[in-house]
Protein backbone atom coordinates (compact mmCIF):
# COMPACT_ATOMS: atom_id res chain seq x y z
CA UNK A 1 0.00 0.00 0.00
CA UNK A 2 1.44 3.58 -0.48
CA UNK A 3 1.23 6.21 1.97
CA UNK A 4 0.31 9.37 2.05
CA UNK A 5 2.20 12.11 4.16
CA UNK A 6 -0.25 12.52 6.80
CA UNK A 7 -0.04 12.09 10.51
CA UNK A 8 -3.23 10.82 12.01
CA UNK A 9 -3.72 11.64 15.08
CA UNK A 10 -7.54 10.59 17.06
CA UNK A 11 -8.59 9.83 20.47
CA UNK A 12 -11.71 10.72 22.27
CA UNK A 13 -12.97 14.30 23.57
CA UNK A 14 -10.40 16.01 25.65
CA UNK A 15 -7.58 13.37 25.61
CA UNK A 16 -5.34 16.17 24.42
CA UNK A 17 -4.70 15.31 20.86
CA UNK A 18 -4.99 18.90 20.38
CA UNK A 19 -2.37 19.70 22.14
CA UNK A 20 -0.33 17.21 21.42
CA UNK A 21 -0.94 17.88 17.05
CA UNK A 22 0.02 21.28 17.67
CA UNK A 23 3.53 20.76 19.53
CA UNK A 24 4.17 17.65 17.32
CA UNK A 25 3.33 20.07 14.00
CA UNK A 26 5.60 22.58 15.64
CA UNK A 27 8.62 20.39 16.42
CA UNK A 28 8.75 18.97 13.37
CA UNK A 29 8.18 22.01 11.08
CA UNK A 30 5.02 21.57 9.37
CA UNK A 31 1.03 22.21 8.84
CA UNK A 32 -1.02 21.62 11.76
CA UNK A 33 -4.92 20.58 10.74
CA UNK A 34 -7.86 20.43 13.69
CA UNK A 35 -10.50 18.97 12.18
CA UNK A 36 -12.51 19.36 15.33
CA UNK A 37 -12.55 22.93 14.47
CA UNK A 38 -14.18 22.14 11.48
CA UNK A 39 -17.16 20.60 12.90
CA UNK A 40 -17.10 22.85 15.99
CA UNK A 41 -17.95 25.87 13.14
CA UNK A 42 -20.47 24.18 11.07
CA UNK A 43 -22.73 23.37 14.26
CA UNK A 44 -21.78 27.00 15.95
CA UNK A 45 -23.34 28.59 12.39
CA UNK A 46 -25.57 25.87 11.65
CA UNK A 47 -27.00 26.78 14.96
CA UNK A 48 -26.63 30.44 14.56
CA UNK A 49 -28.77 30.09 12.02
CA UNK A 50 -31.62 28.28 13.43
CA UNK A 51 -30.93 25.09 10.69
CA UNK A 52 -32.93 22.18 11.45
CA UNK A 53 -30.43 19.50 11.94
CA UNK A 54 -32.90 16.86 11.07
CA UNK A 55 -33.43 18.09 7.85
CA UNK A 56 -31.50 16.68 4.93
CA UNK A 57 -32.93 19.44 2.97
CA UNK A 58 -31.46 22.35 4.90
CA UNK A 59 -28.43 21.20 6.40
CA UNK A 60 -27.43 20.39 2.63
CA UNK A 61 -28.51 23.68 1.74
CA UNK A 62 -26.33 25.33 4.76
CA UNK A 63 -23.49 23.46 3.24
CA UNK A 64 -23.78 24.29 -0.38
CA UNK A 65 -24.44 28.16 0.82
CA UNK A 66 -21.41 28.72 3.28
CA UNK A 67 -17.61 29.86 2.45
CA UNK A 68 -15.52 27.66 5.00
CA UNK A 69 -11.78 29.13 5.71
CA UNK A 70 -9.38 27.13 7.82
CA UNK A 71 -5.78 29.14 8.70
CA UNK A 72 -6.68 32.23 6.59
CA UNK A 73 -4.02 35.14 5.87
CA UNK A 74 -5.36 37.09 8.54
CA UNK A 75 -4.17 34.34 11.28
CA UNK A 76 -7.25 33.30 12.44
CA UNK A 77 -7.77 29.51 12.63
CA UNK A 78 -11.44 29.01 10.74
CA UNK A 79 -13.88 31.31 9.40
CA UNK A 80 -17.52 30.64 7.66
CA UNK A 81 -18.33 33.95 5.71
CA UNK A 82 -15.88 36.06 6.25
CA UNK A 83 -16.62 35.62 10.68
CA UNK A 84 -13.41 34.45 12.65
CA UNK A 85 -15.27 31.78 14.77
CA UNK A 86 -11.87 30.60 16.07
CA UNK A 87 -12.91 31.74 20.05
CA UNK A 88 -16.40 31.02 19.69
CA UNK A 89 -16.34 27.73 18.95
CA UNK A 90 -14.27 26.85 22.25
CA UNK A 91 -17.58 27.65 24.42
CA UNK A 92 -18.67 24.42 26.48
CA UNK A 93 -22.77 24.45 24.66
CA UNK A 94 -20.56 23.60 20.74
CA UNK A 95 -19.00 20.62 21.93
CA UNK A 96 -22.90 18.82 22.08
CA UNK A 97 -23.50 20.55 19.06
CA UNK A 98 -21.15 19.39 17.25
CA UNK A 99 -21.05 15.95 18.34
CA UNK A 100 -24.56 16.00 16.28
CA UNK A 101 -23.59 17.79 13.82
CA UNK A 102 -20.80 15.07 13.30
CA UNK A 103 -23.58 12.37 12.76
CA UNK A 104 -24.84 13.73 9.50
CA UNK A 105 -23.82 11.86 6.48
CA UNK A 106 -23.81 15.25 4.60
CA UNK A 107 -21.77 16.89 7.22
CA UNK A 108 -18.65 14.18 7.34
CA UNK A 109 -18.94 13.75 3.48
CA UNK A 110 -18.41 17.45 3.30
CA UNK A 111 -15.54 17.46 5.40
CA UNK A 112 -14.10 15.03 4.25
CA UNK A 113 -13.32 16.44 0.95
CA UNK A 114 -12.27 19.86 2.93
CA UNK A 115 -10.22 17.86 4.85
CA UNK A 116 -8.60 16.02 1.61
CA UNK A 117 -8.20 19.18 -0.21
CA UNK A 118 -6.27 21.09 2.34
CA UNK A 119 -3.75 17.85 3.08
CA UNK A 120 -2.86 17.91 -0.80
CA UNK A 121 0.68 17.58 -1.20
CA UNK A 122 1.26 18.81 1.93
CA UNK A 123 3.03 17.02 4.99
CA UNK A 124 0.87 17.41 7.86
CA UNK A 125 -0.46 16.54 11.25
CA UNK A 126 -4.68 16.43 11.31
CA UNK A 127 -6.27 15.21 13.93
CA UNK A 128 -9.89 14.14 14.72
CA UNK A 129 -12.11 11.41 15.17
CA UNK A 130 -11.33 9.28 12.03
CA UNK A 131 -8.32 10.34 10.14
CA UNK A 132 -6.61 7.28 10.45
CA UNK A 133 -9.20 4.78 9.55
CA UNK A 134 -11.94 6.95 7.25
CA UNK A 135 -10.15 10.64 6.19
CA UNK A 136 -6.73 9.44 5.90
CA UNK A 137 -6.56 5.38 5.82
CA UNK A 138 -3.59 5.42 4.13
CA UNK A 139 -1.41 8.26 6.45
CA UNK A 140 1.96 6.99 7.03
CA UNK A 141 2.15 7.36 10.86
CA UNK A 142 -0.81 7.06 13.35
CA UNK A 143 -1.48 7.76 16.96
CA UNK A 144 -4.87 7.28 19.06
CA UNK A 145 -4.14 9.41 21.49
CA UNK A 146 -6.11 8.65 25.23
CA UNK A 147 -6.31 9.50 28.71
CA UNK A 148 -9.03 8.52 31.90
CA UNK A 149 -12.35 10.05 31.51
CA UNK A 150 -11.84 12.15 34.90
CA UNK A 151 -8.08 13.20 33.53
CA UNK A 152 -9.81 14.73 30.51
CA UNK A 153 -12.84 15.86 32.18
CA UNK A 154 -10.83 18.07 34.38
CA UNK A 155 -8.74 19.29 31.20
CA UNK A 156 -11.87 20.13 29.77
CA UNK A 157 -12.69 22.01 32.78
CA UNK A 158 -9.36 23.62 33.28
CA UNK A 159 -9.50 24.90 29.50
CA UNK A 160 -13.06 26.79 30.14
CA UNK A 161 -11.81 28.13 33.53
CA UNK A 162 -9.52 29.68 31.24
CA UNK A 163 -11.63 30.90 28.68
CA UNK A 164 -13.22 32.72 31.43
CA UNK A 165 -16.51 30.78 31.93
CA UNK A 166 -16.70 30.61 35.74
CA UNK A 167 -19.82 28.54 36.79
CA UNK A 168 -18.43 24.86 35.05
CA UNK A 169 -19.21 22.14 37.01
CA UNK A 170 -16.71 18.89 37.07
CA UNK A 171 -19.50 16.24 37.56
CA UNK A 172 -21.49 17.20 35.04
CA UNK A 173 -18.05 17.38 32.64
CA UNK A 174 -17.53 13.69 33.40
CA UNK A 175 -20.71 12.81 32.58
CA UNK A 176 -20.68 14.96 29.31
CA UNK A 177 -17.31 13.34 28.34
CA UNK A 178 -18.50 9.70 28.97
CA UNK A 179 -21.76 10.87 27.01
CA UNK A 180 -19.86 12.09 24.45
CA UNK A 181 -17.31 8.86 24.34
CA UNK A 182 -20.78 6.30 23.70
CA UNK A 183 -21.67 8.91 21.33
CA UNK A 184 -18.97 9.21 19.25
CA UNK A 185 -18.05 5.27 19.19
CA UNK A 186 -21.60 4.26 18.81
CA UNK A 187 -22.38 5.92 15.89
CA UNK A 188 -23.29 4.76 12.51
CA UNK A 189 -21.15 7.16 10.65
CA UNK A 190 -17.31 6.34 10.93
CA UNK A 191 -17.27 6.18 14.88
CA UNK A 192 -14.34 6.56 17.10
CA UNK A 193 -12.15 3.86 16.65
CA UNK A 194 -8.37 2.88 16.79
CA UNK A 195 -6.90 2.04 13.34
CA UNK A 196 -5.48 -1.35 13.51
CA UNK A 197 -2.42 0.22 12.67
CA UNK A 198 -2.37 3.13 15.02
CA UNK A 199 -0.19 3.42 18.23
CA UNK A 200 -2.03 3.70 21.53
CA UNK A 201 -0.77 6.29 23.79
CA UNK A 202 -2.63 7.17 26.82
CA UNK A 203 -1.00 10.83 28.19
CA UNK A 204 -2.89 10.29 31.29
CA UNK A 205 0.33 10.19 33.70
CA UNK A 206 2.73 11.58 30.65
CA UNK A 207 4.10 15.14 30.85
CA UNK A 208 3.29 17.02 27.47
CA UNK A 209 7.13 16.99 26.51
CA UNK A 210 7.40 13.17 26.49
CA UNK A 211 4.48 12.82 24.59
CA UNK A 212 5.62 14.83 22.19
CA UNK A 213 9.61 13.59 22.26
CA UNK A 214 8.10 9.87 21.64
CA UNK A 215 5.50 10.84 18.95
CA UNK A 216 8.21 13.07 17.04
CA UNK A 217 10.95 10.24 17.58
CA UNK A 218 8.26 7.09 16.12
CA UNK A 219 6.95 9.93 13.36
CA UNK A 220 10.77 10.39 11.79
CA UNK A 221 11.24 6.68 11.72
CA UNK A 222 8.70 6.01 10.10
CA UNK A 223 9.26 9.02 7.48
CA UNK A 224 12.44 7.17 6.72
CA UNK A 225 10.64 4.06 6.83
CA UNK A 226 8.40 5.27 3.49
CA UNK A 227 10.33 7.76 2.02
CA UNK A 228 8.27 10.95 3.24
CA UNK A 229 10.06 14.40 3.43
CA UNK A 230 9.26 16.25 7.09
Request: proline content about 2%; overall charge negative.
Amino acid sequence: MSHCSVIAIDGPSGSGKSTVAKRLASELGILYIDTGAMFRALAYSANERDIDLDSDYEVSKFLEQINLEYQTSDGALIKIDGEDLSEKIRAHHVSKLASIISQIPAVREYLLKFQRSLAESKTCVMEGRDIGTVVFPEAFSKFFITASIEIRAKRRYDQLVENGQSDVDMDQLIKDVAKRDQKDMGREVAPLKKADDAELVDTSQMALDNVISHLADSVKKKALQFGIDL
